[in-house]
């Protein structure tokens, strides 16, 4: 699922505008977890960086630090990034 590799197009295709922050966060996939960095995030999604995203699935459990866990979806992904969209 290669996606959109330049954020400028991505950014035009928004509904919603997302907020550049540099936080960090988990990929909650079962008993395993998957650290990344949140890069940018709006009420509906977020950019996530991570190692790789190989062995990521399409849906998962995100969360961040004091807040609940939330149900997304992958909207598109590269090596290491990838945009999720808050179910």
């Not at 650290?35 to 190692?51: D, E, W």
């Not at 190989?54 to 961040?64: D, H, L, Q, R, T």
Request: proline share 5%; charged share 25%.
């Amino acid at each position: 699922m290669k996606g959109i590799g330049a954020n400028t197009a991505m950014d035009d295709r928004r509904k919603i505008p997302r907020r550049r922050i540099l936080k960090s966060g988990k990929i909650l996939l079962g008993r395993r977890e998957v650290q990344c960095t949140v890069r940018n995030l709006s009420a509906i999604g977020a950019c996530l960086v991570v190692q790789t995203t190989i062995g990521i699935p399409a849906v998962f459990e995100f969360v961040m630090p004091g807040q609940q866990p939330k149900s997304c979806k992958v909207m598109w992904l590269d090596d290491t990034r990838l945009g999720i969209h808050f179910r």
